[in-house]
């Protein structure tokens, strides 16, 4: 479940910002900043099952180069598909809260 940052600090989940049990949740992070999860059974969070997510702004695309454009590229291609912190966010995220989540039922 989202908590406050105070919540957090105080492992409270009597007044979440979001709460899901079903095992199937789907969380849009649809800002950039903190976001606190704590789990909602009884001593889990006391025993460490918590988080903070940290969101980063996404930075703004460049202008596409027109093909007109002579100036040397600053960076080469090598092959691997570039993340962008879109990207990143999410892989990382999914894997952290995967992991913490099937603690939560074991």
């Not at 079903?22 to 909602?40: E, H, P, Q």
């Not at 291609?77 to 039922?105: C, D, N, Q, W």
């Amino acid at each position: 479940m989202e908590v406050s940052q105070e919540d957090y600090g105080e492992c409270k989940s009597s007044h979440p910002l979001f709460f899901s049990n079903n095992g199937d949740t789907v969380f849009k992070f649809d800002r950039s900043g903190l976001f606190f999860f704590i789990s909602g059974v009884p001593g889990h969070c006391n025993r460490g099952q918590k988080m903070i997510i940290k969101v980063l702004d996404i930075e703004p695309t460049p202008p596409p180069q027109s093909a007109n454009d002579s100036a040397p590229k600053s960076h080469s291609k090598s092959g691997v598909a570039e993340l962008t912190p879109t990207r990143i966010i999410t892989a990382s995220t999914l894997v952290v809260m995967s992991s913490f989540f099937l603690h939560l039922y074991v």
